[in-house]
């Protein structure tokens, strides 16, 4: 079965850093572009970042550029999303994709979402 599983949400204080992780089974994530995406309450999911298979190119909304970082370890099957200087505007749910027909504009599989609290 094709799967995406996110992991690494939590509770943490403005200020504060949290490291997100997709992990897929069934598939190797390698030949996938991966993006992360966020939902809060009441609001309409958005793009957080990108990362392409072909070149490894990454691409961050403006709001939290100089403040997230996505990676890929290929060898483990895992894309992270390193997320520094959190804010409570930050808290959602989020979640990761992988697609490779329109890589980091269409995607084919979706994870079931981590919860991400930044409270003070």
């Known amino acids: 079965q094709l799967q995406l599983v996110e992991s690494g949400g939590g509770l943490v204080q403005p200020g504060g850093s949290l490291r997100l992780s997709c992990a897929a089974s069934?598939?190797?994530?390698?030949?996938?572009?991966i993006g992360w995406f966020r939902q809060a309450p009441g609001k309409e999911r958005e793009g957080v970042s990108c990362?392409?298979?072909?070149?490894?190119?990454?691409y961050y909304r403006n709001s939290v550029k100089g403040r997230f970082t996505i990676s890929r370890d290929n060898a483990k099957n895992t894309v992270y999303l390193q997320m520094n200087s959190l804010k409570p505007e930050d808290t959602a749910v989020y979640y990761c994709?992988?697609?490779?027909?329109?890589?980091?504009?269409?995607?084919?599989?979706w994870g079931q979402g981590t919860q991400v609290t930044v409270f003070s």
């Open positions: 069934g598939f190797t994530l390698d030949n996938y572009a």
């Open positions: 990362i392409m298979s072909s070149d490894g190119s990454t």
């Open positions: 994709a992988a697609g490779n027909s329109d890589p980091c504009i269409e995607y084919d599989y």
